[in-house]
């Protein structure tokens, strides 16, 4: 058997060991833990100020988005401002309203005939008069003689229908659009009279 002070100076060797290890790790693991604290701390750190850096830039574009939001409606408002422009500048808006009704018009209008499909234009000259033969026997009243007795010569007759045909036929083509221009002049000027 071995000795007990062999045995006893054995664990006392193997408790001093133990002992500096532990102290060891005990360090190891402080300095460890220190670190992580610092690294952790370090991190906090870093997080709150890009947090507060992106709080700051948010309320940053927040606030711009609300001031251009703000400035567009304003202009919105103003653009629409019919009352306002027409205090303003009220023979533009007029001018300009009756520019915008005649466009209109003419898009709503069907597209004219071609000029080959519309009949020659009415001459407005008298037709010249063939000489009248008179015979010898009896006598004819002139043509202004047949006039103040309340007859016509048929060439006369005959231009008279031919020029109430073209204006039926100007009335006929345009009247539509007559109409609509008239009835956005009367609008018109009924609106800058009631402002």
Do not use: C
Not at 103 to 113: I, N
Not at 121 to 148: C, D, I
Not at 172 to 189: N, V
């Amino acid at each position: 058997m071995a000795d007990p002070e062999v045995i006893q100076a054995q664990m006392d060797e193997t408790r001093h060991r133990l002992a500096e290890n532990l102290d060891k790790l005990t360090r190891q693991t402080a300095d460890t833990v220190q670190e992580v604290a610092s690294s952790v701390s370090n991190t906090v750190e870093s997080v709150q100020e890009s947090v507060e850096a992106v709080t700051d830039a948010v309320q940053g574009s927040v606030e711009a988005v609300t001031e251009t939001v703000h400035e567009t409606v304003g202009g919105m408002k103003n653009l629409f401002d019919i009352a306002g422009h027409v205090d303003r500048n009220p023979w533009l808006m007029v001018g300009g309203a009756t520019a915008l009704g005649f466009f209109v018009s003419r898009m709503l209008m069907p597209p004219a005939p071609s000029r080959e499909a519309l009949p020659p234009p009415p001459s407005f000259l008298p037709a010249t008069p063939a000489p009248a033969k008179v015979p010898e026997t009896s006598f004819e009243p002139s043509s202004g003689a047949r006039r103040l007795e309340g007859h016509w010569p048929e060439e006369h007759t005959h231009e008279k229908s031919e020029s109430k045909g073209f204006l039926e036929g100007l009335t006929e083509s345009y009247g539509p659009m007559l109409d609509k221009l008239k009835s956005f002049a009367i609008g018109a000027a009924m609106g800058v009279a009631q402002m």
